[in-house]
């Protein structure tokens, strides 16, 4: 994993990837933020948070490196992924549940770029089964249990007592997509059925990511690594590595806005 981190000396910022991340309105953007700054940290080549136009001065004041594109409708999503630079999009931190969300997240999925859907974006999916047609191989899910349950309600692991596992394979199965199913266990599964496990337990514990908007940060991390030519499950695996490696070298006290601040020290101790 390391020497995949290992960026190129001779390359320049759009080698390493051009990440999307969808936003929401005003006063719903710290997640989206948190999921931007997660994905420059992670090593994308540049980084760019789509957010409706009136939300673009709260995130503005919040924001320097991360750049900003207002999307007021379907049609200046369409355009803005003309841009084939763009190698990897985030939908779901702060996006909102309304018919607009439900729209522009049919669009995104619709251009088949390698996409991670987190939070809102797992509540739309599980509303529409127009929607969930739209999944495709690069695409990721990142749900905790909660969320899990209303996507697969019939996989539930209470229900059916299958082990974590067994059921997020059947779910990557089902969908055609890699499942992330977060937990101090973090399954990650893709439909060939291979699936690998991150454990944070034990002697690699790290209680302190049981904190708010922390899972922001990780679809941040995971859409960074495919911006950057991850393979869907190698994002998705080295992303959750990385996240609790970064929440155990900060310790307790951590919030989510530690989390990216924390990667250089974990590259430094990977030797990149």
């Not at 997660?38 to 995130?59: F, H, K, M, Q, W």
């Not at 859907?117 to 929607?131: F, G, I, Q, S």
Request: net charge negative; with cysteine; aromatic share 4%.
């Amino acid at each position: 994993m390391a020497a995949a981190l290992r960026k190129d000396q001779a390359a320049h910022k759009y080698t390493h990837g051009h990440a999307f991340i969808l936003s929401g309105p005003v006063g719903r953007g710290g997640a989206g933020r948190l999921a931007a700054r997660g994905a420059l940290r992670i090593g994308a080549g540049l980084v760019t948070l789509g957010c409706p136009p009136d939300a673009i001065l709260e995130n503005a004041a919040r924001l320097d490196a991360v750049m900003l594109r207002p999307i007021a409708d379907q049609a200046d999503l369409a355009f803005a992924l003309e841009d084939a630079r763009i190698t990897a999009l985030c939908l779901g931190p702060a996006l909102g549940l309304e018919e607009r969300e439900a729209e522009l997240a049919a669009v995104a999925l619709s251009a088949r770029r390698p996409t991670v859907l987190d939070a809102d974006a797992l509540t739309l999916l599980a509303r529409d089964a127009k929607l969930r047609e739209g999944l495709h191989e690069a695409c990721i899910l990142t749900p905790h249990e909660g969320e899990f349950a209303r996507l697969f309600p019939d996989l539930c692991m209470k229900e059916t007592a299958q082990s974590k596992v067994d059921a997020a394979r059947a779910a990557a199965v089902r969908i055609g997509s890699v499942v992330l199913l977060k937990g101090a266990e973090t399954v990650i599964a893709e439909p060939s059925g291979r699936v690998a496990v991150n454990e944070a337990t034990s002697d690699r514990a790290a209680p302190w990511l049981a904190t708010a908007g922390s899972g922001d940060v990780l679809a941040g991390f995971v859409t960074g690594l495919l911006a950057r030519g991850f393979s869907p499950f190698d994002a998705a695996c080295a992303g959750a590595w990385l996240h609790v490696e970064a929440a155990r070298s900060f310790g307790p006290g951590l919030i989510a806005e530690d989390l990216p601040e924390e990667v250089p020290k974990v590259f430094r101790a990977l030797g990149l």
